[in-house]
């Protein structure tokens, strides 16, 4: 079958162009919100959308395999839309887009914003805390939401991350008659009872507020942790060993505090990880970790390595932060591994040590061994305290 999508901005048929009208004048059948079914003229025969949509579309589209149908969406429908799920289900060459102005470039029109310079994030049965990682200094933002209700939220975690002076604009509507433009700041943000909302943030960090960058090796304080942490600057060389790169999948095993798959995925929005702890307390405190710093996709496996491997996604990248001495633990992660994978595994003792020799004499890579001492009081004075060095063996398959 082939399906139209035709984008509707709030002032609807009116809104529409020559070609968009000519394909809902076309239909057979009509699909949408019903929201979006009243914006159109005509005794066509309408489908509202079923609840829950995604289970049931496959079935809904079978059952109108030979009428035309048109499917009415919000905006663009390729933007965080149906259209972007009509084409992963069907393909690209069964659905034609027309799409209306998104709300995004809307929203940018009104507030004289450059759309390349502004960071769109959807949280469309989302949570909110995927907004950690985006709020840095000077940034600004454009948060869409899925009700009324987003704004506050967005504005409660501004305030709570020290962001309170952030300003905070809502815009309703846009496009239609009763659109609406309101702006306050995270600590008071202004009202809104306007289901159709983008919220808009220029990021203002409150004084005394220590930004939370994604490059790698962010202060040992930023997680709850009981010891069992990779420590800022060995994690900082391990993450650029790792490599993280956009849509590929970590294995983090031995997660302890998880701080290097949240690090990976905190890279980029599109990087994936499973952080793998045998310690139920500890997976439990990595993935709240995972949730304070905007990473809530964090898949936490709890389970011994190597057997709580089993049935996991290929991975294109695997730590193993402790444990290397474990029968079959690093023969399980280098089989697992994609062609192209990387494998980084680091080691304080000397028996682990005496593995990664025997696994780089083996198959090859790099040994690197990392001291590191910071500077302490000594009386009145400062002097330098050694951590335990750190021996990192990685390789390429």
């Not at 309101?182 to 220029?202: H, I, M």
Request: hydrophobic share 45%; net charge negative; charged share 15%.
């Amino acid at each position: 079958m082939r399906v139209v999508v035709v984008g509707l901005g709030a002032d609807g048929w009116d809104g529409l162009p020559p070609a968009s009208r000519a394909a809902v004048q076309a239909a057979d059948v009509l699909v949408g919100s019903a929201r979006q079914l009243d914006l159109v003229p005509g005794d066509v025969e309408r489908r509202p959308w079923p609840s829950p949509m995604l289970p049931a579309l496959p079935g809904l589209l079978d059952s109108l395999a030979d009428r035309a149908v048109v499917v009415l969406a919000s905006g663009d429908p390729m933007l965080s839309g149906v259209g972007s799920t009509l084409v992963r289900l069907l393909g690209a060459d069964a659905v034609r887009v027309l799409p209306a102005p998104s709300s995004v470039s809307l929203a940018c029109a009104r507030l004289g914003w450059p759309v390349e310079d502004t960071e769109v994030l959807t949280l469309v049965g989302r949570p909110p805390e995927l907004l950690h990682p985006r709020v840095q200094p000077g940034r600004r933002l454009l948060v869409l939401g899925s009700d009324g209700g987003t704004p506050a939220a967005v504005a409660a975690l501004l305030t709570a991350r020290g962001y309170g002076r952030s300003t905070v604009t809502v815009l309703g509507s846009l496009g239609g008659s009763d659109e609406s433009v309101s702006t306050g700041t995270a600590a008071a943000p202004p009202a809104t009872t306007d289901p159709l909302v983008v919220t808009a943030v220029e990021c203002l960090a409150d004084p005394g507020t220590v930004p939370l960058p994604t490059t790698p090796g962010l202060p040992d304080d930023a997680y709850e942790h009981d010891g069992q942490l990779t420590k800022s600057e060995v994690r900082a060389v391990t993450l650029a060993r790792l490599a993280p790169v956009p849509g590929q999948l970590l294995w983090d095993v031995g997660a302890g505090a998880g701080s290097i798959g949240i690090e990976w995925m905190r890279s980029h929005p599109a990087c994936r990880a499973v952080a793998v702890e045998s310690v139920p307390e500890r997976a439990e405190r990595a993935g709240r970790n995972a949730v304070r710093l905007g990473v809530p996709g964090l898949q936490v496996v709890v389970g011994r390595a190597p057997d709580a491997l089993a049935g996991l996604d290929a991975p294109d990248a695997v730590f193993v932060g402790g444990g290397a001495t474990t029968p079959l633990l690093l023969d399980a992660c280098w089989a697992a591994l994609r062609p192209g994978g990387r494998l980084v595994v680091n080691a304080v003792t000397v028996q682990s040590e005496a593995v990664l020799a025997e696994w780089h004499g083996r198959v090859g890579g790099e040994l690197v061994r990392l001291a590191v001492s910071r500077g302490v009081p000594v009386g009145g004075f400062t002097g330098w305290k050694a951590a335990m060095p750190v021996t990192i063996w990685s390789c390429t398959r």
